[in-house]
């Protein structure tokens, strides 16, 4: 019957553990207490742990690696002081020296690429900078390329040098009446230079340049002065940059190599100058 085979349940006991039917080992084979902590013993906390690890990670006693530097103790950070780092035979001090020159190389060896290319680093990113004159009916008459990084008055005397104008007789001309240009080329090297090749510079002075000739009195030259009238023509150049962006593939560099783009350049600049030869209709 079903009474027969009904057992009384055994006590608990004080950790709660359900000993087998003999009040001995369970079913399994296996000791009431196995896996679990005697008395007199602790918990989970008496397991052993892991040796504690500085702020670095590192245990206590491991040796620095490349580049790290381990305290003395709690106050040496505060006094600065630190053990000398010994690198040991084949710790990677090699590698890490073979890393860092190929990192070097690979840099120098892209700065050439850029350099090669007329590329520069400017607040748009990889740029070129086209430096050119115009005439007064806003014609090109010399283009140079640099990176878009580049200054405008160290480019100055290039640009002048490479006009050059044809005449139906003779020689082309090269020397201009005068020159306008912007505050940015108020040097005394251009200046010097237009005087030079007696060419009539209509560029302003500086507020800068003009306060330190004042400091020096009667060894700061002459003031420096220009042709308003004719300043006011120096639009021409900005309006002539305008035609010349008209073409998309000169306004935005698409073009790999430097001779490229300057021959479109020279094309776009060409057809400037044929539409104005053309007789108005």
């Not at 359900?18 to 008395?39: I, V």
């Not at 040796?51 to 106050?75: I, L, N, Q």
């Not at 490229?260 to 007789?279: E, F, K, T």
Request: proline share 7%; hydrophobic share 30%.
């Amino acid at each position: 019957m079903l009474v027969d085979r009904l057992r009384p349940v055994p006590d608990l006991g004080d950790h709660g553990d359900l000993p087998g039917a003999d009040g001995g080992d369970d079913r399994r084979g296996r000791s009431p207490w196995a896996g679990r902590s005697q008395p007199g013993q602790r918990g989970l906390h008496g397991r052993p742990r892991a040796p504690p690890r500085g702020r670095d990670g590192r245990r206590p006693g491991v040796a620095a690696g490349s580049g790290e530097g381990r305290h003395r103790g709690k106050g040496a950070s505060q006094k600065g002081q630190t053990e000398p780092l010994v690198a040991a035979p084949g710790s990677g001090g090699e590698t890490d020296d073979a890393t860092r020159e190929e990192r070097r190389r690979v840099r120098r060896r892209r700065k050439a690429r850029l350099r090669a290319a007329e590329l520069g680093r400017s607040r748009g990113g990889l740029t070129t900078k086209t430096h050119l004159a115009a005439e007064r009916r806003c014609r090109p008459l010399s283009f140079v390329i640099t990176p878009g990084q580049s200054a405008d008055s160290p480019r100055f005397i290039e640009v002048v040098e490479r006009v050059k104008v044809r005449v139906p007789v003779g020689r082309p001309r090269t020397r201009p009446d005068a020159i306008a240009g912007d505050k940015a080329y108020s040097s005394r090297a251009n200046r010097a230079y237009l005087r030079r090749r007696r060419i009539r510079a209509v560029i302003p002075e500086k507020a800068d340049q003009a306060a330190n000739r004042r400091k020096k009195g009667s060894r700061g030259g002459r003031p420096v002065t220009h042709d308003a009238d004719l300043y006011k023509d120096r639009n021409t150049v900005e309006r002539c940059i305008n035609k010349i962006k008209e073409w998309r593939g000169l306004a935005t560099r698409y073009d790999k190599t430097p001779d490229s783009y300057l021959a479109g350049l020279h094309l776009r600049g060409a057809v400037i100058w044929l539409r104005s030869l053309r007789p108005a209709t």
